[in-house]
């Protein structure tokens, strides 16, 4: 399974490259939204995680031991190898949101640019800006 996620995550970087070279906007902020989740992914991947891990949310189990001083209550031991660990989770959460941040910025910033210039294409930004000077 993690050999499938693994090229499954490098086509998504390799389509995510292939697309910010190009010499559209559209294609490049699509580019840039696909190198962004590629990395959230590779971040869970690494992590570790597998179907057989419990979710990061332990309940703390007591019992009552007796000594001959008094009783006192005994904490479970927990194996953390059961459980999932919640760190790498929480930096994926993280950056999706401030992946959409950057997305939702460079959308406005495309769209200014086809208000401004009518054209989406980087050889035309060029030619524009040949002519006004």
Known sequence: MLIIACFFIFALFASGV????QRNLLEVLIGIAL???CTNMVVLVSSGWEPTTKPPVVSVETQKVENGIGTYQKIAVIDPDEYADPLPQALVLTAIVIGFALISFLIVL???ALDETGT?????FDAEEDLQS
């Not at 292939?18 to 070279?21: G, M, S």
């Open 18 to 21: 292939y697309l910010i070279l």
């Open 35 to 37: 190198l962004s989740q």
């Open 120 to 124: 989406l294409e980087l050889a035309e």
């Open 110 to 112: 495309v769209s200014r």
